[in-house]
């Protein structure tokens, strides 16, 4: 019977022939998974099930299909309710710091003080130098800052001490790991629940803390921790890699609506920054639904009392915006552009020297040291004595008096003051946060990069209304309302758009950067000037670098994934980048035995090998497949034997005894491999990596092997413009 016969269907419908039968392949962590077959074993798995018809086969698809919703909305309600008390835990170790409840230890200052109106001094809540009856002014500031020191070196140090003993995998936000795994990339020990633990008890401690960091990132990886613990479960996703990402992608969404309250920002996330969705409408919904679930649960709990998802409410000041604010709007786009290209090159030299250095032997010491300076420094500026979150709800608020004066941010007469505090904070937490993301602790860079946002467009909001109340009839601003008593220009409003353009210059994120600071304020009308801010940051960003900092981060580490982005070949064609015959690692057709296989597959780690009768290509086997053969066959008796790749007509060269003894090896050829010729463009080439998620493409003329590319072929070629692209890697070859 003839290959092509192999396929063809029965009158039924059914598969005639000896189809060899699909297997599970079982991925090692640091190896790529092969879409193409995991999308085949998909497809198998469906046809059997709806080719049956009973009763059995219709409730086993309901089944696997309520599995796969148990799963979603449960990760949902997980991370809504672990985020809740996250917050909780959080705010009550960061007060702890500065002082503690008459009315219980466990109470954070604001349950302390709740039901006081605006303005009203506490007075259940005392400091430290109150509650032991410090009275000399000298001692209360030395006691308080000793403590507010120590505390933060005793949590931090205690976070660096768990993830480094327990779970090293729980450092760093995680959102680059994520990104690969959902791009392909196998690492499950980045998902236990040993490592979901420590992530989320280093978390807290890290961030109550004072390091400048956040909790946004970590908390995605946190989500994909429990989506993976409560998957492995069930058998349908212990076998199915494909149908584990799908998981991971909604619950990625689920963990960001928990982090900023925005659960439409966070199913834009995963679409934008993650780059899942995109083909699969499926993936979509349920991360919709993981997303609403979270933000649910977690209204539901209220950690902040303000029955309202909305994190920072912003007061508006007004509704109408004029053409000459374009002008510091625009202004703020640039400053967080350049800014933030700063704060990515700063992060990775850093990130290089730790590696490099005898740090990189002490991260607890390292984590406890940074911990010490940060408070230190922060103790003495009152704009960072505070956790970043209580800093940006208030740099969010314009001036009332009826809310009271924060920090003397609406007193007129020291408004250059206020400016250089703002600034000098902005200039301290940039620094403090190129240092601190790396560390040895779970950290998020999204809350200190809105924090350094803000301080800025608070002191540029400040400058433009100093300026136009001085020159009220200056021809730029006969805009604004003639009476004085009116507000023209809205500091807090600023802020906001500072804090966006500083984000954006960072991540290099648009559309849903833009629908998360909407969310995460609560002001539509703010939409717009953020566009501006956002757009501006990412032209000036990408002047200055192309990357955002979690693709740095991937290039760094080497990960195998691939960036939806356009490649500009510049005219080369695959010829230029493939590896040459010469090159590769190959099996002899005929001349191979099962020993030298072995050998093979054991000193190179890669993913399988062309096979080869001369420069004739006969197939690709894989390093799975032959490994399984390996351990089933192989003998004293067998490994002298030679191993045959293609059909039996094919003669192999004689032995001297003229007895040939031949193990068949067909079964460890892949049955789909994609050849080209080697002069295609190379933007074709990765154009067809991208989309269809591929491990190789071999290159041949008339049957004769030229050369091969490989998926980190390509992810080298998208990265060549990095000059870091592998610095903290750990891995070996890959082909």
């Given at each position: 019977m003839r290959e092509e016969e192999t396929f063809e269907l029965s009158e039924n419908g059914n598969l005639q022939g000896n189809v060899p039968k699909k297997f599970a392949t079982k991925y090692k962590d640091g190896s790529s998974i092969d879409w193409l077959h995991e999308e085949a074993l998909e497809r198998e798995r469906d046809y059997v099930k709806k080719s049956q018809k009973s009763i059995?086969?219709?409730?086993?698809?309901?089944?696997?299909?309520?599995?796969?919703?148990?799963?979603?909305?449960?990760?949902?309600?997980?991370?809504?309710?672990?985020?809740?008390?996250?917050?909780?835990?959080?705010?009550?170790?960061?007060?702890?710091?500065?002082?503690?409840?008459?009315?219980?230890?466990?109470?954070?200052?604001?349950?302390?003080?709740?039901?006081?109106?605006?303005?009203?001094?506490?007075?259940?809540?005392?400091?430290?130098?109150?509650?032991?009856?410090?009275?000399?002014?000298?001692?209360?500031?030395?006691?308080q800052s000793s403590i507010y020191v120590t505390l933060a070196v005793v949590f931090a140090g205690g976070a660096a001490l768990l993830v480094n003993t327990y779970a090293p995998y729980a450092f760093h936000t995680g959102i680059p790991e994520i990104k690969a795994i959902l791009g392909g990339y196998v690492f499950d020990a980045f998902l236990t629940p040993w490592t979901l633990l420590i992530k989320a008890l280093g978390l807290a401690l890290a961030v109550a803390s004072g390091l400048s960091l956040g909790k946004e990132g970590p908390l995605v990886h946190v989500a994909c921790c429990m989506a993976y613990m409560l998957s492995r479960l069930f058998k349908q996703f212990k076998h199915s890699e494909a149908q584990k990402r799908k998981i991971l992608?909604?619950?990625?969404?689920?963990?960001?609506?928990?982090?900023?309250?925005?659960?439409?920002?966070?199913?834009?996330?995963?679409?934008?920054?993650?780059?899942?969705?995109?083909?699969?409408?499926?993936?979509?919904?349920?991360?919709?639904?993981?997303?609403?679930?979270?933000?649910?649960?977690?209204?539901?709990?209220?950690?902040?009392?303000?029955?309202?998802?909305?994190?920072?409410?912003?007061?508006?000041?007004?509704?109408?915006?004029?053409?000459?604010?374009l002008i510091p709007w625009l202004t703020l786009g640039i400053i967080g552009g350049v800014l933030g290209s700063l704060l990515i090159k700063l992060n990775v030299e850093i990130a290089l020297y730790r590696r490099h250095s005898v740090l990189n032997e002490y991260p607890i010491l390292e984590v406890a040291t940074v911990s010490a300076i940060t408070a230190a420094i922060a103790y003495l500026v009152v704009f960072t004595r505070v956790q970043s979150s209580e800093l940006v709800a208030n740099l969010f608020q314009e001036c009332d008096p009826a809310r009271g004066d924060y920090h003397g941010l609406c007193n007129p007469t020291?408004?250059?003051?206020?400016?250089?505090?703002?600034?000098?904070?902005?200039?301290?937490?940039?620094?403090?946060?190129?240092?601190?993301?790396?560390?040895?602790?779970?950290?998020?860079?999204?809350?200190?990069?809105?924090?350094?946002?803000?301080?800025?467009?608070?002191?540029?909001?400040?400058?433009?209304?100093?300026?136009?109340?001085?020159?009220?009839?200056?021809?730029?601003?006969?805009?604004?309302?003639?009476?004085?008593?009116?507000?023209?220009?809205?500091?807090?409003?600023?802020?906001?758009?500072?804090?966006?353009?500083?984000?954006?210059?960072?991540?290099?994120?648009?559309?849903?950067?833009?629908?998360?600071?909407?969310?995460?304020?609560?002001?539509?009308?703010?939409?717009?000037?953020?566009?501006?801010?956002?757009?501006?940051?990412?032209?000036?960003?990408d002047a200055l670098g192309e990357d955002g900092i979690y693709n740095v981060w991937i290039s760094m580490r080497q990960y195998p994934f691939i960036p939806p982005v356009d490649y500009n070949d510049k005219g080369r064609i695959?010829?230029?980048?493939?590896?040459?015959?010469?090159?590769?690692?190959?099996?002899?057709?005929?001349?191979?035995?099962?020993?030298?296989?072995?050998?093979?597959?054991?000193?190179?780690?890669?993913?399988?090998?062309?096979?080869?009768?001369?420069?004739?290509?006969?197939?690709?086997?894989?390093?799975?497949?032959?490994?399984?053969?390996?351990?089933?066959?192989?003998?004293?008796?067998?490994?002298?034997?030679?191993?045959?790749?293609?059909?039996?007509?094919?003669?192999?060269?004689?032995?001297?005894?003229?007895?040939?003894?031949?193990?068949?090896?067909?079964?460890?050829?892949?049955r789909s491999i994609l050849h080209l010729r080697k002069e295609v463009p190379q933007a074709l080439v990765v154009r067809m990596f991208q989309k269809m998620n591929l491990h190789q493409i071999l290159f041949t003329h008339r049957g004769q092997l030229d050369g091969m590319l490989t998926k980190p072929d390509v992810v080298s070629l998208l990265t060549a413009h990095f000059p870091h692209a592998g610095a903290l890697s750990s891995k070996g070859e890959s082909q």
């Open positions: 059995r086969s219709l409730l086993s698809i309901w089944a696997d299909s309520a599995r796969v919703w148990l799963v979603v909305i449960s990760t949902g309600i997980g991370i809504g309710v672990a985020g809740a008390w996250l917050d909780v835990l959080v705010k009550w170790l960061g007060d702890l710091r500065e002082g503690r409840c008459q009315e219980g230890f466990f109470y954070n200052q604001v349950s302390c003080c709740s039901g006081l109106d605006p303005g009203e001094f506490c007075t259940d809540w005392q400091t430290w130098s109150e509650y032991f009856n410090v009275r000399k002014i000298f001692a209360q500031s030395l006691l992608a909604a619950a990625a969404a689920a963990g960001v609506s928990v982090a900023f309250g925005s659960p439409l920002g966070g199913v834009i996330f995963c679409l934008e920054e993650l780059d899942t969705f995109a083909l699969e409408s499926d993936v979509m919904w349920r991360g919709f639904v993981a997303s609403a679930i979270a933000a649910v649960s977690l209204q539901y709990i209220d950690p902040f009392g303000t029955s309202k998802l909305v994190l920072f409410q912003v007061t508006s000041g007004g509704d109408t915006w004029r053409a000459f604010e020291a408004m250059w003051e206020n400016v250089f505090l703002l600034l000098i904070s902005a200039a301290i937490k940039l620094a403090l946060t190129a240092w601190t993301f790396g560390m040895m602790v779970p950290a998020g860079i999204f809350l200190p990069t809105i924090a350094i946002g803000a301080c800025i467009g608070r002191a540029v909001g400040m400058l433009t209304q100093s300026l136009q109340t001085t020159y009220p009839k200056a021809w730029i601003f006969l805009a604004c309302p003639p009476d004085p008593t009116v507000r023209c220009v809205s500091p807090g409003f600023y802020s906001v758009i500072g804090a966006s353009a500083m984000l954006g210059g960072v991540t290099r994120m648009t559309v849903s950067l833009v629908v998360i600071l909407f969310e995460l304020t609560g002001a539509l009308s703010h939409v717009l000037p953020i566009m501006v801010g956002v757009m501006t940051a990412k032209w000036v960003g695959a010829a230029d980048a493939m590896r040459p015959f010469g090159m590769l690692k190959k099996i002899q057709e005929g001349q191979a035995t099962l020993q030298d296989i072995e050998n093979l597959v054991n000193v190179h780690e890669y993913h399988g090998f062309p096979v080869v009768r001369g420069r004739e290509l006969i197939g690709y086997a894989t390093r799975d497949k032959l490994i399984s053969f390996i351990e089933l066959n192989l003998s004293p008796e067998t490994a002298r034997k030679r191993c045959r790749f293609s059909s039996p007509k094919h003669q192999l060269t004689p032995s001297n005894d003229n007895t040939i003894d031949i193990l068949d090896l067909t079964s460890c050829l892949e």
